[in-house]
């Protein structure tokens, strides 16, 4: 299903690109938490995977894997990180000696606290309001959603 572009004057122009805009949005923003993070220890990639561990607690290293939509072989060296940082650890699970479970150590759930300031601090830098970015991640998410989708 191809859409109409006839309103467009060029559609191949770079600033009419979703996929540009989506690689200097997120480069720009990323940008916004590192020297938040620096700080904490945590790369933006770590602290993805310290928020999915304080949200749900005991996850399974592919549990992790499918929420984070990273591929094992890219979460195996965040997690080895984490796990030297003393943040997380990792063991066999006692039910399913194939799965590894992580969870958070006391040390990962004192950040906790720290992180907590950090949504705010974003929503500041960037001069968005909540709803503004609730608006945007609701967009974001379907854009995911749709892309996801095998092709008809």
């Known amino acids: 299903m191809a859409g109409d572009l006839s309103n467009i ?5 770079l600033e009419n690109q979703v996929c540009f805009a989506l690689v200097v949005a997120s480069r720009t923003v990323l940008a916004h938490y590192r020297p938040i993070l620096e700080p904490m220890g945590l790369t933006h990639p770590q602290y993805l995977v310290m928020l999915a561990l304080w949200e749900h607690g005991r996850l399974s290293v592919k549990e992790l894997s499918r929420l984070l ?5 890219t979460l195996s060296p965040l997690l080895k990180r984490l796990e030297s940082a003393d ?3 990792r063991q066999r699970d006692s039910r399913d000696e194939r799965l590894l479970a ?6 990962g759930q004192a950040l906790r606290e ?12 960037l001069g968005m309001s909540l709803e ?7 967009t974001l998410n379907r854009v995911i959603d749709a892309a996801s989708r095998e092709p008809v």
Not at 102 to 107: C, L, M, S
Not at 114 to 125: D, G, L, N, S, V
């Open 87 to 89: 943040l997380i650890r």
């Open 9 to 13: 004057p060029d559609p191949l122009a």
């Open 69 to 73: 939509q990273l591929d094992p072989g």
């Open 132 to 138: 503004e970015l609730q608006n945007l991640n609701r």
């Open 114 to 125: 720290r992180a907590e300031k950090i949504p705010a601090t974003i929503m500041e830098r």
């Open 102 to 107: 992580v969870t958070v150590t006391p040390a």
